[in-house]
């Protein structure tokens, strides 16, 4: 009797607690006049896991205090910096966003082409240089729906790099900006339009940049001196280096440019920038709700030149954590509340020489260039031909078919090429799956409510199969292997169908938030609905992800 007492009591509490979910979750809804999202380029969930206990400041606080996904994915096979900001702000997959590497080559015209490579615009600063917009971008993004319904609302994008911000802007953004090395942060001009109004919101912001590095240029020493204890030698493609701060002394202006933009410095005036802007417009103030997007891209650099086990991304990350902790105070200053949305377009691992040192034997590299002039010269010989049949734009992840003019050739000679290719790459022992493009694209998708984690390496890579811009091969190397040679500037990589570049984390802030871990998987392409949820926006029907509920919205 006295059990069963026990187990109605029991009953009864959980009942209690059950009954009181709905009560905190509608206490704790967000209802935010200010919409910010920000992207840490390369944040893995390893990072975020391996520092979190460490974090006090705006890392830490987003960490402790918000609705936190540990285990978010990025759902594609070709995780690069363009594709995975492309999936942030869509809802849809690169083979849906069109956008689905860095890099791709039209094989009608034999030309590499940039994700947002725009030929009929220029840039602000310099209209010599190549031009950039969203045009390439072959969807809308939650910013474009929320303009649709709520005019007065304004969406605004930073970033240290053009793709960063022009993916999570979309198209007819308020204003887009990203940091130009040399200049400041510039933008694009279309015809008729007048470079210097298209840069005045940044103006004040580029002159007092400049005269801060005039005045006292920044040099990256340890800010947090417990990170030098991960100090140490190595030998990478031939070069030994010291991983240690301070940097040695530049030789050249282009090298000091290249530190400099490789460095905390990066998202700390990428958030600076971000500061002016919600402050110049009053992004939040209205009755409207504003969207503003900074897309950080130091981590990045950090990680492809230093890796992002050391000393360097060590102290930078924990440099970040301080510096976001003034965003956010300053982001507060809004009239209407703000919800915070962090994550990352991809992850990323540490070059193979220190995880072999580590015990990771499986650790290597495919050296790009010689491993594609290998792969060629076996299907010149093979084939009895007098041309290399295949190409890359990016990466030698994703090859393209083409003739001795270096364009597509013809069906059946495609097909002939394509089937010894597949044959040959199905014999390296590098290669864990090579997928030709047509396969790809009628591959059935898997069953609903499948969770992201359980995806096959085929599924993640036809995600990033898209007509006229994938390559007609797409691969996917053994799990641990590096697809690229090391450099002076350049170690460690990402872009691999892999859970160490694909999973991520995604947190969601705003005050009064039911502070807690959510352990299921997650997807990137699920934020866009979730904010659409959030701000009583109704997205396309085509998307590939799902809203998920915070204090009940959705």
Not at 483 to 510: E, K, L, N, Q
Not at 520 to 541: F, M, S, W
């Amino acid at each position: 009797m006295r059990i069963l007492t026990r187990l109605a009591a029991l009953s009864a509490l959980a009942a209690a607690a059950l009954l009181t979910v709905p009560a905190q979750a509608a206490a704790g809804k967000p209802d935010p006049k200010l919409v910010v999202v920000i992207s840490i380029d390369q944040f893995s969930a390893s990072l975020f896991e391996e520092y979190r206990g460490g974090f006090k400041g705006g890392l830490g606080r987003l960490a402790r205090e918000g609705v936190v996904y540990p285990s978010g994915y990025q759902s594609h096979g070709m995780t690069e910096t363009c594709p995975g900001h492309s999936t942030l702000l869509t809802g849809k997959s690169p083979n849906k966003t069109g956008v689905t590497s860095n890099d791709f080559y039209d094989t009608t015209t034999g030309a590499k082409v940039y994700c947002m490579g725009d030929p009929a615009v220029v840039l602000a600063h310099d209209a010599a240089e190549p031009g950039v917009s969203p045009r390439n971008l072959m969807t809308s993004t939650y910013g474009e729906w929320l303009k649709a319904v709520s005019p007065k609302s304004r969406v605004y994008a930073v970033s240290g790099k053009d793709r960063g911000a022009i993916n999570m802007a979309g198209h007819g953004a308020d204003g887009v900006f990203w940091l130009a090395a040399g200049f400041g942060f510039t933008t694009w001009v279309e015809p008729g339009q007048d470079p210097k109004a298209r840069l005045a919101p940044v103006a004040d912001l580029n002159a007092k940049l400049r005269a801060d590095l005039a005045k006292k240029p920044f040099v990256w020493t340890y800010d947090n001196k417990r990170c030098a204890a991960r100090e140490a030698d190595y030998v990478t493609g031939g070069r030994a280096w010291r991983a240690a701060l301070p940097l040695p002394k530049a030789e050249t202006p282009a090298d000091a440019m290249r530190d400099l933009v490789t460095s905390p410095w990066t998202d700390r005036v990428t958030l600076e920038a971000a500061e002016s802007l919600r402050e110049r417009f009053g992004l939040g103030d209205g009755d409207a709700v504003d969207v503003l997007t900074v897309s950080l891209s130091a981590t990045d650099f950090i990680g492809h030149r230093f890796g992002s086990r050391g000393p360097e991304m060590c102290d930078h990350l924990l440099r970040l954590d301080d510096r976001l902790e003034t965003f956010l105070k300053r982001m507060e200053k809004a009239k209407g509340e703000v919800l915070v949305v962090l994550t990352a377009d991809h992850g990323g691992s540490d070059f193979p020489e220190r995880l072999k040192e580590e015990g990771y034997a499986e650790a290597g590299r495919v050296p790009g260039s010689t491993w594609l002039k290998g792969v060629n010269a076996e299907l010149r010989q093979g084939l009895g031909l007098d041309f290399d049949p295949l190409v890359q734009a990016g990466g030698i992840n994703s090859l393209y078919i083409v003739g001795a003019d270096r364009k597509a050739p013809a069906p059946i000679e495609r097909a002939r090429l394509a089937k010894a290719a597949l044959a040959l790459l199905a014999a390296r022992p590098e290669v864990y799956e090579a997928d030709e493009i047509n396969a790809l694209l009628i591959a059935e998708s898997p069953p609903k409510g499948t969770s992201p984690d359980e995806y096959s390496v085929r599924e993640r890579q036809r995600r990033s199969a898209y007509p006229g811009r994938s390559g007609d091969i797409l691969i996917a190397f053994q799990p641990g292997l590096t697809a690229a040679s090391a450099g002076s500037a350049y170690v460690a990589g990402h872009g691999s169908p892999w859970d160490y570049d694909r999973r991520i984390p995604i947190i969601f802030w705003w005050k009064g938030a039911p502070a807690r871990d959510r352990v299921l998987p997650i997807e990137t392409v699920d934020i866009a609905p979730t904010l659409a949820g959030v701000t009583h926006v109704t997205p396309p029907t085509d998307l590939d992800g799902v809203c998920r509920p915070l204090g009940g919205a959705c």
